[in-house]
């Protein structure tokens, strides 16, 4: 078992309600801090050219589960709220949350490859769809990939024919010019920190854009060889609204297994 702390994270994204912002939002933002003593960083060289890029294309991840918990706090242009944030991982094949205040649950949630199911305790509601929908729901198409890639703190896509620029002791990788709807870029530090990453969403035929700002920080040791970033910021924005979220996350226990399941209550209607 092992266990990080974060210190600060924040988010912002359109249109959504406070709980399913937190509940299907959350795991992409963390930050994490304690009183305990935090582990060394692990040191190292980086890949370079091509060894890199296929590193970053099929990354190793340092365990094949991940779950962490800590408090949770989100702000909007008219919202203000906190919590408790319980989240779970498997590498692709589910992602799982719980909130909860003041002790009491609030609501959870269950995101897969291929579908969404989330419920909501103040408002008896529920949400029951397919991944593709994942952009009605919280204003972002994201695909489990980059959510994945996101709770782990790595890049989210790279491509063969991205660009690898050396900037001093860190590495750039940009995405391919020619691909006009979406672009994006990485700041990475050897041994493969991901200090910062950028990432600018056009929809085909709509007005309306996504960017996603994500910055990292405080890296320690999670496995021999690899590292977690432990003060996080991310800032999600499209035309139609914006939400912060500060997370700080007390425990992160590697390879474990949890039940995921979620059963919705007959009372419940859809959101």
Not at 58 to 65: A, I, K, R
Not at 159 to 170: A, F, L, M, S, V
Not at 241 to 266: H, M, V, W, Y
Request: glycine share 4%.
């Amino acid at each position: 078992m092992n266990f990080v702390h974060i210190r600060r994270m924040f988010y912002s994204f359109s249109g959504i309600s406070w709980f399913w912002g937190v509940a299907l939002f959350s795991l992409l933002l963390l930050s994490a801090c304690s009183s305990t003593r935090l582990p060394d960083k692990v040191e190292g060289e980086m890949e370079e050219g091509a060894a890199l890029k296929r590193l970053l294309m099929e990354p190793d991840f340092p365990s094949n589960t991940i779950g962490y918990s800590g408090r949770v706090k989100l702000n909007s242009r008219d919202l203000n709220v906190s919590g408790t944030l319980h989240l779970f991982m498997e590498n692709e094949k589910v992602c799982w949350l719980r909130l909860s205040k003041f002790g009491f649950e609030v609501g959870r949630a269950r995101i897969t490859p291929d579908s969404v199911i989330a419920i909501n305790k103040l408002q008896n509601t529920y949400i029951q769809s397919a991944i593709e929908d994942l952009s009605e729901i919280i204003g972002s198409d994201l695909s489990f990939r980059e959510i994945q890639h996101l709770v782990w703190g790595i890049p989210m896509r790279v491509n063969r024919k991205d660009k690898i620029i050396p900037k001093g002791e860190n590495i750039l990788v940009v995405s391919d010019p020619k691909s006009v709807q979406l672009q994006y870029s990485y700041l990475l530090r050897p041994p493969l920190d991901m200090l910062k990453a950028e990432l600018y969403r056009e929809n085909a035929g709509m007005s309306e854009a996504q960017e996603l700002k994500v910055d990292q920080s405080d890296f320690h040791k999670i496995t021999d060889i690899n590292n977690f970033p432990y003060l996080r910021q991310y800032s999600f924005s499209s035309p139609r609204d914006q939400l912060e979220i500060e997370l700080n996350i007390s425990t992160i226990e590697l390879d474990e297994s949890k039940n995921t399941d979620i059963r919705i209550p007959a009372h419940y209607t859809p959101y």
